[in-house]
């Protein structure tokens, strides 16, 4: 399984953001709209683990998330490519997976230093960036490099970004703009 390196920077500037990471050279990945659909798994085990099925448009994904700790490599993920986002949900319904809940959000993608940088956002909250690398120590030093707030720096998944908003997505079925 794989170990997830990231950390989200909460309640950015998203112009000022854009501005400084395209002077600093980051290389826009593209623009997306992203639907996703949040399933428990079967038998459920706890908030911390759930499949996701994802597309931006371009490329659709099926995955298994675990946060075991919410730090920056706390987060296991097995994910892999599919290749019809609409057939893959209709699939695991017909295997019994009934969604949780289905999300929007938008996505402004970057690369720097080769981690990637999301601008989010969703429906109800503040945007904020989430920086992925391929080690602790990229995603470390991008921080720095950035030098963003350490105070607005989380390794908080979706659920509890939320959650710290006071906004419990687990309970909201559609979440759209």
Known sequence: MKIEYEVRALEINKEEFIKK???????????????????????????????RLRTNGK?????YKNVEVKTIDGTKELEIEV??????????????????????????QYILDDVEIDIDSW??????????????????????????????????DVQSVYHEYGIDINKIKNLKF
């Open 83 to 108: 290749s019809d986002f609409e057939v893959t949900r209709e699939l695991l319904e017909k295997m019994g997976y009934e969604h949780r809940n289905y999300q929007e959000n938008r996505r402004i």
């Open 21 to 51: 990471i395209e002077d600093l050279g980051a290389k826009k990945i593209g623009d997306f709209e992203q639907k996703r659909y949040v399933y428990d798994l079967v038998p459920y085990k706890s908030d911390c683990e759930w499949i």
């Open 59 to 63: 490329k659709a994904t099926l995955a």
């Open 123 to 156: 429906p109800l909250i503040p945007t904020y960036v989430e920086l992925e690398g391929k080690s602790k120590k990229a995603v470390e030093d991008i921080i720095e490099k950035l030098e963003l707030d350490k105070n607005k720096i989380t390794a908080l």
